[in-house]
């Protein structure tokens, strides 16, 4: 039998076939990142945040308490990936000011002050003062700023052709929970449901994390920043304790609410890290569905870098026994490598708690 052709010698078709692909990678290796939207920025003296980016850009920004040791940050991103990162030491009560790429596609401004700075967050509030300016304000600065802090020229006027009506309100990110949208007091019931409890933890992922612990907390912030805004809580559990599947529905048609969230964190495997994500569903369309995208679009608002696993029609007994609007929300993984550090974390929780509330709201306004 004749001995076969060793499959190191490559024909002249997978030859030009190779070289055809090597040229397209090069090509696309020498394309140019998206920009940043990010135009100039600077920190003034009486402690303001003034931004200049593209026209009609949308923000996203960021608040989290400070420590003993260190201070409380906040930070802003914007689309398109900076050309570098960098650090600009600070002044007065502003300790650093840092520009980084959390992801491929984004840009990151981070204001970190000095550790015992007291910030309101009630008082932190972006706004939108035309199509391409931004400016925050940083209320009660013991120590103010030095003048030259920053890079660009904020107040380099946008050439005529390029401007537009904003398209952004005018407080585009609210930081607190009198930035909660508003609905009447009193006329809501609405009920949270923290999914597992008592014996039974939920899905444990990296270093013990449990997902009882991580909904537990998260909603009973929840429930309180909707009872700030005068709506009627009722949760299915509000401690660590094990109610089944149908009591949670029979409570929530009981009380006729108008809309029933029951907040999970998700799970998969520990041989899985690269997993993560966000994810809502709902049984039927209509109004759960509605309920579903505000609840979604508010988490990824708060949830950078973390894959958006969008809407989903499910089947889970608390959605679908249900007679009100309902929806399910898993908030990550706590198998996840990116998620499981951001779901122990309490400031993310905060803001996962918010971004829940602000998704309730909108949907019992009829935004």
Excluded: C
């Excluded at 304790?241 to 006729?256: I, Q, W």
């Excluded at 039927?284 to 995208?293: F, I, K, N, Q, W």
Aim: glycine letters at 10%; proline letters at 8%; aromatic letters at 4%.
């Amino acid at each position: 039998m004749p001995l076969r052709r060793s499959g190191s010698a490559r024909s002249p078709r997978r030859l030009g076939l190779l070289r055809l692909l090597l040229a397209v990678a090069l090509v696309l290796a020498d394309l140019p990142a998206l920009a940043s939207s990010l135009a100039a920025w600077r920190i003034t003296r009486q402690g303001a945040l003034e931004l200049r980016t593209s026209p009609n850009v949308r923000l996203q920004a960021f608040f989290e308490d400070g420590t003993r040791l260190r201070g409380p940050r906040v930070w802003v991103d914007l689309p398109g990936a900076p050309s570098r990162s960098r650090s600009i030491r600070g002044s007065g009560d502003v300790r650093e000011v840092r520009i980084g790429k959390p992801t491929p596609t984004t840009t990151r401004i981070v204001v970190e002050f000095r550790p015992g700075t007291q910030l309101d967050p009630a008082d932190l509030r972006l706004v939108g003062t035309a199509s391409d300016r931004w400016k925050l304000e940083f209320k009660g600065l013991r120590r103010p700023v030095l003048l030259g802090l920053g890079e660009g020229d904020v107040d380099r006027r946008t050439p005529v052709a390029s401007r537009r009506s904003p398209s952004f309100p005018t407080a585009s990110t609210p930081l607190s929970a009198d930035g909660l949208p508003v609905v009447p007091r009193g006329r809501f019931r609405v009920v949270i449901d923290p999914g597992h409890g008592g014996p039974d933890p939920g899905a444990v992922g990296i270093r013990g994390l449990r997902e009882t612990d991580i909904v537990l907390d998260v909603s009973l912030q929840v429930a309180r920043l909707l009872q700030a805004r005068g709506v009627n809580v009722v949760m299915t559990r509000t401690s660590e304790v094990d109610v089944d599947l149908p009591p949670r529905v029979a409570l929530a048609n009981r009380v006729g609410a108008d809309a029933f969230v029951s907040i999970h964190a998700n799970a998969l495997s520990m041989a899985r890290p690269d997993v993560n994500g966000v994810e809502t569903f709902y049984f039927s369309g209509g109004r759960s569905l509605r309920l579903a995208r505000a609840l979604q679009a508010q988490m990824m608002s708060v949830s950078p870098g973390s894959p958006d696993r969008g809407v989903k029609a499910g089947r889970f007994f608390v959605i679908r026994r249900t007679v009100m609007p309902a929806s399910l929300v898993e908030m990550g993984f706590v198998t996840g490598a990116f998620d499981a550090p951001r779901l122990a974390d309490p400031s993310h929780r905060r803001r996962l708690a918010m971004a829940l509330a602000t998704g309730i709201l909108q949907f019992l306004g009829g935004r």
